[in-house]
């Protein structure tokens, strides 16, 4: 297995409802054995994406190409390597997990033992003769994500796979991705507008606000974002920063307070300048950002986390 094959790839994919722009040239590059966290805000363009990339719906402009093919020539031969969940799964409430599997066996053509195997995998082995009316929403979820799996994807997509779940439906969810690429060789595409739930799966991040790409790249990319910053409080803080500035320190004023971003040195020495200067310290705080406050940041204080 190529770890390094571009499974995904758009080039300036927009999508235009009449005057409004849903998705804004999106550049999106994703690789095999990858879990990729498509993060934004409700309405950000996730699932009108996520449309796109799965050829339900028609850019207005731009290019995507899955394993290196677009919709227009390998349709067929594309689909067949994708399974996807896209907001809630269709099932039959009065018919039994196994037998909804069963129903879509017949039209992909799989055999029985493939059947056995997912409901293994999505853990829905002893429940497979109950009626799906009387699963729970973490089982139904779980049954929707299995009938992605029923025909081998090498892609597995997945639209907000988490909404409305209890915390141990999502923590069967989450268990059930982060197995995916390891132990099935599946890659898998994420969305949420959640930022602490893709931070427990994800290896990649994508975030989308309105439209636009605001970053794309690997996890603990995003999170060396976490930069200190150094807080101070003076009683003069204009003379405080001028006094910095001379030192080759730059120091932003907000709010009566000295902010110095990716601050590496002592503090000690820094409050000792000022002392020395006439100045009153009164607060001194080494500050890092969150994810989530970089996450608000990147989407406009928008969002839930």
Known sequence: MNSNEVLVKTKGLTKQFGEQVSVDHLNLEIERGQIFGFLGPNGAGKTTTIRMLLGLMKPTEGEVRLFGKSFAKDRLAIL????????????????????????????????????????????????????????????????????????????????????????????????????????????????????AEIEMVATHVGIIQTGKLKFHGKLAKLQDENKPVLEIKVNDPKKAKELLS??????????????????????????????????????LFVKVRTLEEIFLELTGGKGAL
């Open 80 to 195: 067949s390597k994708v399974g996807a969940l896209v907001e809630s799964p269709s099932y039959y409430g009065n018919l039994t997990g196994y037998e909804n599997l069963k129903l879509s066996s017949k039209i992909l053509g799989v055999s029985d033992q493939r059947i056995q195997e997912v409901l293994d995998i999505v853990r829905l082995k002893e429940a497979a003769n109950k009626q799906v009316k009387q699963y729970s929403l973490g089982m139904k979820q779980r049954l929707g994500i299995g009938l992605a799996l029923l025909g081998s994807p090498e892609l597995l997509i997945l639209d907000e796979p988490t909404n409305g779940l209890d915390p141990s439906g999502i923590h069967e969810i989450r268990q059930l991705i982060k197995r995916m690429p390891e132990d099935f060789g599946i890659t898998v595409i994420i969305s949420s507008h959640n930022l």
């Open 246 to 283: 001379e030192q080759q320190i730059k120091a932003d004023l907000r709010h009566d307070v000295l902010c110095i971003p990716d601050f590496e040195d002592d503090p000690a020495d820094l409050n000792s300048l000022l002392v020395q200067n006439g100045l009153k310290v009164s607060h």
